[in-house]
């Protein structure tokens, strides 16, 4: 194998440009995540909600030719799923766990019946045109961080202009004190006012729209929809939570580490042959989920889960 195409000179803007894209869906899902467990909730079905998302912002991208207008789609559609998420874990206080396992298959199900209903079974599955890369003259032209930056899809910048709000939302507004104070002691926010139900519907809804445009953001890049065509972001989002200790900017990098191990594992699996390699080749695909996976365990051991809101998982009754 020719490293140099790899990791040499030509190849390294090229590898950071696909690994800032790979890591967007991720980035954005995890940072909608980090609010809702900010607020005391898990919500573990992002996975569904990404591929509930996916095929609502595929159908509307087909039907209208509008892919921004199909990453709106995707958005409400994940909020809409993280109603049901709301409805049992706050309001029933049905096991967090139990009901984002059930979602995750649900959401699954609901993807492929409705790509089933509106494409039927198809020899050649239907495509659509994603969004158009971002070339904007003057930024695009800064040596090394303009080609990676500035030439991606605006929904890639969307979605990290998203990140960076949210992160603004937690740490600099009064709501983002609520929420904190949800999740670290439920009982003294109730005490002082706050509704901690409300304040975690609200972070909710937020980390399931966030979770539907993730799913878009993927649908946008592959131009096809597929059973788990998400292939476990939703996961990641949730270890990269851990990475990030639940602050929607520590997302980012826990993010791009994905994303960068995900786009030299394409590299590598190119350069050796592809599926032709006598090295099989989901050993490649495996890579960014090995990676990840270390990263939260060493991350887990080594802060023995100290930022973790206290009341994480834990369902809230205000006193009568």
Aim: glycine fraction near 12%.
């Amino acid at each position: 194998m020719n490293w140099s195409e790899v990791l040499g000179a030509g190849a390294l803007i090229p590898l950071l440009t696909a690994a800032l894209r790979l890591a967007a869906p991720i980035i954005l899902a995890a940072a909608g995540a980090c609010l809702a467990e900010r607020s005391g909730l898990m919500n573990l079905g992002i996975e569904g909600q990404m591929m509930v998302g996916a095929v609502a912002a595929f159908i509307t991208t087909y039907s209208t030719g509008q892919p921004m207008l199909g990453a709106v789609a995707g958005a409400v559609a994940g909020l809409l799923t993280a109603v049901l998420v709301g409805y049992l874990t706050i309001t029933m206080a049905i096991d967090q766990i139990i009901t984002g396992i059930s979602v995750v298959i649900l959401g699954s199900g609901i993807a492929a019946f409705l790509y089933l209903q509106v494409f039927g079974i198809t020899g050649t599955p239907p495509r659509i045109e994603g969004t158009t890369p971002l070339d904007l003259p003057v930024l695009s032209d800064i040596p090394v961080l303009g080609p990676i930056l500035f030439s991606q899809s605006p929904l890639v910048h969307i979605a990290l202009l998203l990140v960076v709000a949210l992160w603004w939302l937690l740490s600099r507004t009064a709501f983002g004190l609520s929420v904190r104070a949800a999740g670290e002691s439920p009982e003294a926010a109730d005490s002082v006012g706050i509704s901690v139900a409300r304040t975690r519907w609200i972070t909710l809804l937020i980390s399931g729209a966030a979770a539907g445009m993730a799913g878009a953001l993927v649908v946008d890049g592959l131009r096809f929809f597929q059973d788990g065509i998400t292939g476990g972001r939703g996961w990641i989002a949730l270890g990269v939570v851990i990475l990030a200790r639940w602050n929607p900017l520590g997302a980012m990098a826990g993010g791009f580490m994905f994303g960068l191990v995900d786009a030299f594992q394409l590299r590598v699996q190119a350069a050796s042959g592809g599926q032709s390699t006598s090295v099989p080749y989901e050993l490649f695909q495996a890579m960014p989920y090995l990676v990840t996976l270390i990263a939260v365990v060493v991350t887990t051991v080594w802060f023995a889960r100290g930022n973790a809101p206290k009341a994480l998982g834990v369902p809230f009754a205000p006193a009568k």
